[in-house]
Protein backbone atom coordinates (compact mmCIF):
# COMPACT_ATOMS: atom_id res chain seq x y z
CA UNK A 1 0.00 0.00 0.00
CA UNK A 2 1.35 3.53 -0.61
CA UNK A 3 2.27 6.28 1.80
CA UNK A 4 -1.10 8.26 -0.17
CA UNK A 5 -3.16 4.98 -0.10
CA UNK A 6 -2.35 4.81 3.85
CA UNK A 7 -3.20 8.26 4.78
CA UNK A 8 -6.05 8.52 6.64
CA UNK A 9 -7.09 11.76 5.32
CA UNK A 10 -6.88 10.48 1.58
CA UNK A 11 -9.81 7.86 2.50
CA UNK A 12 -11.71 10.96 4.69
CA UNK A 13 -11.64 13.10 1.03
CA UNK A 14 -12.85 9.91 -0.33
CA UNK A 15 -15.57 9.48 1.71
CA UNK A 16 -16.58 13.07 1.52
CA UNK A 17 -16.71 12.85 -1.93
CA UNK A 18 -18.71 9.97 -2.08
CA UNK A 19 -21.65 11.69 0.05
CA UNK A 20 -21.34 14.47 -2.50
CA UNK A 21 -21.98 12.06 -4.94
CA UNK A 22 -24.78 10.11 -3.01
CA UNK A 23 -22.84 7.03 -2.45
CA UNK A 24 -23.17 6.88 1.31
CA UNK A 25 -22.41 2.90 1.25
CA UNK A 26 -18.85 3.33 0.26
CA UNK A 27 -18.32 6.94 1.84
CA UNK A 28 -19.07 5.48 4.75
CA UNK A 29 -16.38 2.45 4.40
CA UNK A 30 -13.79 4.74 3.55
CA UNK A 31 -14.54 6.65 6.45
CA UNK A 32 -14.16 3.35 8.46
CA UNK A 33 -10.95 2.79 7.11
CA UNK A 34 -9.76 6.10 8.38
CA UNK A 35 -11.03 5.73 11.94
CA UNK A 36 -9.62 2.69 12.52
CA UNK A 37 -6.50 5.09 12.11
CA UNK A 38 -7.69 7.34 14.57
CA UNK A 39 -8.57 10.20 12.33
CA UNK A 40 -11.15 12.16 14.24
CA UNK A 41 -12.57 14.01 11.24
CA UNK A 42 -14.00 10.44 9.64
CA UNK A 43 -15.04 9.29 13.16
CA UNK A 44 -17.22 12.47 13.91
CA UNK A 45 -18.57 11.41 10.26
CA UNK A 46 -19.59 8.06 11.37
CA UNK A 47 -21.29 9.36 14.38
CA UNK A 48 -23.74 11.36 12.28
CA UNK A 49 -24.34 8.67 10.02
CA UNK A 50 -25.17 6.79 13.31
CA UNK A 51 -27.01 10.00 14.99
CA UNK A 52 -29.44 10.26 12.01
CA UNK A 53 -29.65 6.39 10.65
CA UNK A 54 -27.40 7.24 7.16
CA UNK A 55 -26.74 3.99 5.49
CA UNK A 56 -26.99 2.29 8.96
CA UNK A 57 -28.86 1.81 11.11
CA UNK A 58 -29.65 4.42 13.64
CA UNK A 59 -27.43 3.56 17.29
CA UNK A 60 -27.87 6.10 19.94
CA UNK A 61 -24.49 4.01 21.72
CA UNK A 62 -22.34 3.62 18.84
CA UNK A 63 -23.58 7.63 17.46
CA UNK A 64 -22.16 8.71 21.66
CA UNK A 65 -18.71 6.76 21.56
CA UNK A 66 -17.90 8.17 17.96
CA UNK A 67 -18.73 11.85 19.24
CA UNK A 68 -16.58 11.16 22.68
CA UNK A 69 -13.52 9.56 20.19
CA UNK A 70 -13.35 12.28 18.34
CA UNK A 71 -14.27 15.18 21.08
CA UNK A 72 -11.54 17.35 19.18
CA UNK A 73 -13.77 18.17 16.39
CA UNK A 74 -16.20 21.01 16.98
CA UNK A 75 -19.35 19.20 15.38
CA UNK A 76 -18.91 16.79 17.73
CA UNK A 77 -18.77 18.97 20.64
CA UNK A 78 -22.12 20.39 19.21
CA UNK A 79 -23.67 17.13 18.86
CA UNK A 80 -22.59 16.02 22.68
CA UNK A 81 -23.86 19.32 24.00
CA UNK A 82 -27.62 18.82 23.03
CA UNK A 83 -27.38 15.04 23.59
CA UNK A 84 -26.12 15.82 27.22
CA UNK A 85 -29.03 18.70 27.23
CA UNK A 86 -32.08 16.13 26.94
CA UNK A 87 -30.42 13.10 28.24
CA UNK A 88 -30.66 10.87 25.06
CA UNK A 89 -28.61 8.25 25.21
CA UNK A 90 -26.69 9.51 28.47
CA UNK A 91 -27.68 10.66 31.88
CA UNK A 92 -28.96 14.07 31.39
CA UNK A 93 -26.45 16.80 32.81
CA UNK A 94 -26.48 20.75 32.35
CA UNK A 95 -23.15 21.30 33.25
CA UNK A 96 -21.80 18.97 31.08
CA UNK A 97 -23.93 20.52 28.42
CA UNK A 98 -22.97 24.09 28.59
CA UNK A 99 -19.38 22.92 28.93
CA UNK A 100 -19.86 21.79 25.81
CA UNK A 101 -21.68 24.25 24.17
CA UNK A 102 -18.98 27.09 25.33
CA UNK A 103 -16.06 24.71 24.26
CA UNK A 104 -17.92 24.73 20.42
CA UNK A 105 -18.84 28.28 20.18
CA UNK A 106 -15.26 29.19 21.54
CA UNK A 107 -14.47 27.02 18.05
CA UNK A 108 -16.83 29.66 16.10
CA UNK A 109 -19.23 26.91 14.79
CA UNK A 110 -21.95 28.65 13.56
CA UNK A 111 -24.94 26.26 14.67
CA UNK A 112 -23.63 26.57 18.24
CA UNK A 113 -23.53 30.31 18.19
CA UNK A 114 -26.82 30.35 16.78
CA UNK A 115 -28.42 28.17 19.82
CA UNK A 116 -26.23 30.31 22.38
CA UNK A 117 -27.49 33.87 21.11
CA UNK A 118 -30.92 32.61 21.27
CA UNK A 119 -30.72 31.48 24.88
CA UNK A 120 -29.58 34.79 25.70
CA UNK A 121 -32.35 36.57 23.27
CA UNK A 122 -34.77 34.26 25.96
CA UNK A 123 -32.66 35.85 28.84
CA UNK A 124 -32.98 39.17 27.01
CA UNK A 125 -29.62 40.13 26.58
CA UNK A 126 -30.22 41.37 23.63
CA UNK A 127 -25.92 42.61 23.46
CA UNK A 128 -25.10 39.20 23.68
CA UNK A 129 -27.21 37.77 21.30
CA UNK A 130 -25.82 40.41 18.81
CA UNK A 131 -22.04 39.84 19.23
CA UNK A 132 -22.94 35.89 18.60
CA UNK A 133 -24.68 36.41 15.74
CA UNK A 134 -22.23 39.08 14.24
CA UNK A 135 -19.30 35.91 14.99
CA UNK A 136 -21.99 33.52 12.86
CA UNK A 137 -22.20 36.09 10.27
CA UNK A 138 -18.37 36.41 9.92
CA UNK A 139 -18.87 32.41 9.03
CA UNK A 140 -21.57 33.58 6.44
CA UNK A 141 -24.04 31.03 8.34
CA UNK A 142 -27.42 31.25 6.30
CA UNK A 143 -29.65 32.17 9.19
CA UNK A 144 -27.21 35.23 10.84
CA UNK A 145 -27.51 36.38 7.49
CA UNK A 146 -31.31 35.71 6.78
CA UNK A 147 -31.14 37.99 10.54
CA UNK A 148 -29.22 41.02 8.97
CA UNK A 149 -31.08 41.16 5.77
CA UNK A 150 -34.42 41.68 8.44
CA UNK A 151 -32.26 44.25 10.04
CA UNK A 152 -32.75 42.18 13.37
CA UNK A 153 -29.02 42.60 14.01
CA UNK A 154 -26.47 45.06 14.08
CA UNK A 155 -22.58 45.03 12.82
CA UNK A 156 -20.53 44.64 16.11
CA UNK A 157 -17.22 42.87 16.29
CA UNK A 158 -16.96 42.22 19.91
CA UNK A 159 -14.85 39.43 21.99
CA UNK A 160 -17.12 36.73 23.12
CA UNK A 161 -15.01 36.21 26.21
CA UNK A 162 -18.65 36.35 28.19
CA UNK A 163 -19.61 33.03 27.11
CA UNK A 164 -17.99 31.35 29.93
CA UNK A 165 -20.25 32.65 32.77
CA UNK A 166 -23.32 31.33 30.42
CA UNK A 167 -26.06 29.52 31.76
CA UNK A 168 -29.22 28.33 29.89
CA UNK A 169 -31.77 30.80 30.78
CA UNK A 170 -35.15 30.65 33.38
CA UNK A 171 -38.56 31.94 33.21
CA UNK A 172 -40.80 33.79 35.00
CA UNK A 173 -44.68 34.44 34.24
CA UNK A 174 -46.03 36.69 31.44
CA UNK A 175 -48.85 39.39 31.55
CA UNK A 176 -52.00 37.50 30.67
CA UNK A 177 -55.02 38.61 28.72
CA UNK A 178 -57.75 36.73 29.95
CA UNK A 179 -60.36 35.94 27.00
CA UNK A 180 -62.91 33.38 28.58
CA UNK A 181 -62.71 30.95 31.74
CA UNK A 182 -64.18 27.29 31.62
CA UNK A 183 -62.42 26.57 29.47
CA UNK A 184 -59.58 28.68 30.37
CA UNK A 185 -58.48 30.86 27.10
CA UNK A 186 -56.23 33.42 27.38
CA UNK A 187 -53.57 35.21 25.27
CA UNK A 188 -49.92 36.80 26.12
CA UNK A 189 -48.39 39.58 23.49
CA UNK A 190 -44.89 39.42 23.06
CA UNK A 191 -44.18 36.26 24.46
CA UNK A 192 -41.90 35.53 21.61
CA UNK A 193 -39.15 37.82 20.62
CA UNK A 194 -38.98 38.70 16.45
CA UNK A 195 -35.53 36.78 16.78
CA UNK A 196 -37.01 33.17 18.66
CA UNK A 197 -39.97 33.69 15.63
CA UNK A 198 -37.44 33.56 13.16
CA UNK A 199 -35.61 30.92 14.72
CA UNK A 200 -38.57 28.28 14.75
CA UNK A 201 -39.34 29.25 11.13
CA UNK A 202 -35.76 28.71 10.00
CA UNK A 203 -35.86 25.14 11.48
CA UNK A 204 -38.78 24.08 10.49
CA UNK A 205 -38.60 24.82 6.87
CA UNK A 206 -36.55 22.54 5.45
CA UNK A 207 -38.96 19.93 6.99
CA UNK A 208 -42.70 21.76 5.16
CA UNK A 209 -44.50 18.95 3.69
CA UNK A 210 -48.94 19.47 2.84
CA UNK A 211 -50.58 19.23 6.57
CA UNK A 212 -52.53 16.12 7.15
CA UNK A 213 -54.95 15.34 9.91
CA UNK A 214 -55.40 12.12 11.88
CA UNK A 215 -58.32 9.72 10.99
CA UNK A 216 -59.90 9.28 14.22
CA UNK A 217 -61.11 5.41 12.99
CA UNK A 218 -57.70 4.69 11.69
CA UNK A 219 -55.15 6.27 13.89
CA UNK A 220 -53.28 6.92 9.99
CA UNK A 221 -52.82 10.55 8.77
CA UNK A 222 -54.36 11.70 5.98
CA UNK A 223 -55.78 14.63 3.60
CA UNK A 224 -58.72 16.61 3.94
CA UNK A 225 -60.20 19.93 2.58
CA UNK A 226 -60.78 20.72 6.33
CA UNK A 227 -56.56 21.78 6.57
CA UNK A 228 -55.10 23.47 3.54
CA UNK A 229 -51.71 24.40 4.50
CA UNK A 230 -48.38 22.99 5.03
CA UNK A 231 -46.88 21.77 8.25
CA UNK A 232 -43.56 20.61 9.66
CA UNK A 233 -42.48 18.74 13.08
CA UNK A 234 -39.74 19.67 15.19
CA UNK A 235 -38.89 15.57 16.03
CA UNK A 236 -36.10 15.23 18.87
CA UNK A 237 -33.31 15.25 16.36
CA UNK A 238 -34.28 18.35 15.21
CA UNK A 239 -35.15 19.99 18.39
CA UNK A 240 -32.38 21.72 20.23
CA UNK A 241 -32.00 23.30 23.63
CA UNK A 242 -33.09 26.89 22.01
CA UNK A 243 -36.15 25.52 20.47
CA UNK A 244 -36.49 23.20 23.83
CA UNK A 245 -36.49 26.71 26.12
CA UNK A 246 -39.17 28.55 23.77
CA UNK A 247 -41.15 25.52 24.68
CA UNK A 248 -40.34 25.48 28.07
CA UNK A 249 -40.96 29.15 28.69
CA UNK A 250 -44.56 28.77 27.19
CA UNK A 251 -45.39 26.06 29.35
CA UNK A 252 -44.62 27.66 32.57
CA UNK A 253 -47.15 30.11 31.70
CA UNK A 254 -49.95 27.86 31.12
CA UNK A 255 -48.54 25.91 34.62
CA UNK A 256 -47.93 22.77 32.50
CA UNK A 257 -44.27 20.91 32.25
CA UNK A 258 -42.46 20.81 28.50
CA UNK A 259 -42.70 16.72 28.92
CA UNK A 260 -46.06 17.03 28.40
CA UNK A 261 -45.74 18.76 25.11
CA UNK A 262 -45.79 16.80 21.85
CA UNK A 263 -43.39 17.83 19.06
CA UNK A 264 -43.47 21.44 17.65
CA UNK A 265 -45.70 21.39 15.17
CA UNK A 266 -45.42 24.45 12.71
CA UNK A 267 -47.73 25.70 9.83
CA UNK A 268 -47.34 28.16 6.90
CA UNK A 269 -50.63 29.36 5.80
CA UNK A 270 -50.86 31.31 2.02
CA UNK A 271 -54.10 33.24 0.72
CA UNK A 272 -57.22 31.39 0.81
CA UNK A 273 -55.39 28.22 2.97
CA UNK A 274 -57.73 27.97 6.14
CA UNK A 275 -58.10 24.86 8.97
CA UNK A 276 -61.98 24.91 9.29
CA UNK A 277 -63.40 24.42 12.93
CA UNK A 278 -62.19 21.56 14.82
CA UNK A 279 -61.09 19.90 18.30
CA UNK A 280 -57.50 19.04 18.86
CA UNK A 281 -58.80 16.26 21.46
CA UNK A 282 -59.16 13.09 20.69
CA UNK A 283 -62.33 10.63 20.06
CA UNK A 284 -64.68 13.20 19.00
CA UNK A 285 -67.40 14.90 20.88
CA UNK A 286 -69.32 11.32 21.02
CA UNK A 287 -66.23 8.93 21.99
CA UNK A 288 -66.44 9.19 25.38
CA UNK A 289 -64.74 5.93 26.22
CA UNK A 290 -61.21 7.52 24.76
CA UNK A 291 -61.30 10.49 27.18
CA UNK A 292 -58.51 9.52 29.65
CA UNK A 293 -56.85 12.49 30.28
CA UNK A 294 -53.48 11.39 30.42
CA UNK A 295 -53.30 10.37 26.88
CA UNK A 296 -55.52 13.24 25.55
CA UNK A 297 -54.54 16.74 24.26
CA UNK A 298 -55.40 18.58 27.47
CA UNK A 299 -53.79 21.91 26.27
CA UNK A 300 -53.21 23.83 23.30
CA UNK A 301 -50.84 26.77 22.96
CA UNK A 302 -50.72 28.70 19.52
CA UNK A 303 -47.47 31.11 18.86
CA UNK A 304 -47.82 33.14 15.71
CA UNK A 305 -44.63 33.75 14.37
CA UNK A 306 -45.05 36.57 11.55
CA UNK A 307 -48.28 39.42 11.13
CA UNK A 308 -50.75 38.69 8.79
CA UNK A 309 -51.59 41.42 6.35
CA UNK A 310 -55.34 40.22 6.72
CA UNK A 311 -57.33 37.47 7.72
CA UNK A 312 -55.99 34.20 9.22
CA UNK A 313 -57.40 35.04 12.97
CA UNK A 314 -57.97 32.10 15.34
CA UNK A 315 -61.55 31.71 15.87
CA UNK A 316 -63.63 30.43 18.50
CA UNK A 317 -66.99 29.95 17.14
CA UNK A 318 -68.47 28.78 20.51
CA UNK A 319 -66.77 31.57 22.94
CA UNK A 320 -67.75 34.02 20.14
CA UNK A 321 -63.90 34.81 20.08
CA UNK A 322 -61.76 35.97 17.38
CA UNK A 323 -57.91 36.35 18.29
CA UNK A 324 -55.62 38.40 15.20
CA UNK A 325 -51.94 36.99 14.70
CA UNK A 326 -49.93 39.45 15.93
CA UNK A 327 -46.01 38.32 15.86
CA UNK A 328 -44.79 36.98 18.82
CA UNK A 329 -48.27 37.04 20.62
CA UNK A 330 -49.18 33.26 22.07
CA UNK A 331 -52.83 32.26 22.50
CA UNK A 332 -53.58 29.26 25.54
CA UNK A 333 -56.50 27.42 25.54
CA UNK A 334 -58.01 24.25 27.40
CA UNK A 335 -59.36 21.41 25.25
CA UNK A 336 -59.83 18.90 28.03
CA UNK A 337 -61.96 19.12 31.69
CA UNK A 338 -59.10 16.93 33.96
CA UNK A 339 -61.96 17.15 37.19
CA UNK A 340 -64.54 15.23 35.00
CA UNK A 341 -62.52 13.58 32.47
CA UNK A 342 -64.63 15.23 29.66
CA UNK A 343 -63.95 17.56 26.11
CA UNK A 344 -64.78 21.23 26.32
CA UNK A 345 -66.99 21.53 23.52
CA UNK A 346 -66.34 25.51 23.67
CA UNK A 347 -62.91 24.59 22.60
CA UNK A 348 -64.03 24.35 19.22
CA UNK A 349 -61.65 26.46 16.95
CA UNK A 350 -60.80 27.44 13.24
CA UNK A 351 -57.56 29.13 11.87
CA UNK A 352 -59.67 31.49 9.44
CA UNK A 353 -58.51 31.83 5.71
CA UNK A 354 -55.54 34.03 4.58
CA UNK A 355 -57.27 37.20 2.50
CA UNK A 356 -53.58 38.95 2.17
CA UNK A 357 -50.04 37.81 2.75
CA UNK A 358 -49.08 34.36 5.06
CA UNK A 359 -49.37 33.40 8.08
CA UNK A 360 -46.79 31.49 10.09
CA UNK A 361 -47.65 30.18 13.68
CA UNK A 362 -46.49 26.96 15.73
CA UNK A 363 -48.61 24.81 18.05
CA UNK A 364 -47.91 23.16 21.09
CA UNK A 365 -50.12 20.04 21.94
CA UNK A 366 -49.88 18.92 25.38
CA UNK A 367 -50.75 16.17 26.76
CA UNK A 368 -52.06 14.59 30.39
CA UNK A 369 -48.57 13.05 30.85
CA UNK A 370 -44.94 12.67 29.61
CA UNK A 371 -44.69 12.57 25.88
CA UNK A 372 -41.47 10.73 25.76
CA UNK A 373 -40.39 12.97 22.40
CA UNK A 374 -37.17 11.44 22.30
CA UNK A 375 -34.92 8.54 23.77
CA UNK A 376 -34.35 9.02 27.41
CA UNK A 377 -31.19 6.89 29.06
CA UNK A 378 -32.81 4.10 30.66
CA UNK A 379 -34.01 3.10 27.42
CA UNK A 380 -30.59 2.84 25.90
Known amino acids: ?35 KKEYEPAIKEL ?20 FKNSRNQVESQYELAKLFFFGYGVKKDLVIAKK ?16 MAVCYKLSQNDEYANILFNRSLLSKDRFANHLSKLNLISEVNEDVG ?21 PDTFSIEGILSEIECEYIKYTSSPFMRESMIVNPETGQLVKDDIRTSYSATIDWLSEDPAINLIMKKCCINFDIETE ?31 FQSQQQRIKTIVLYLNNVEEGGNTSFPKL ?6 QKGK ?18 LHAGEPVVKGEKWLATLWLRGKNTNRGPNYESI
Not at 100 to 113: E, Q, S, T, W
Not at 269 to 283: A, I, L, M, R
Not at 320 to 325: C, D, G, H, R, T
Open 330 to 347: AVFFENFNVDNNQPYIES
Open 162 to 182: FVNDFNWPEFSAYNKEILNTK
Open 47 to 66: GLCYLHGISVKRNLNHAIKC
Open 1 to 35: MSELENNPKTHYDKGLDFFQKGDFKKGIKCFVIAA
Open 100 to 115: LLILAVKNNYPPALNL
Open 260 to 290: QSEVLHVLHYSVGEEYKPHYDFFGGIDGKDN
Open 320 to 325: QLSVKP
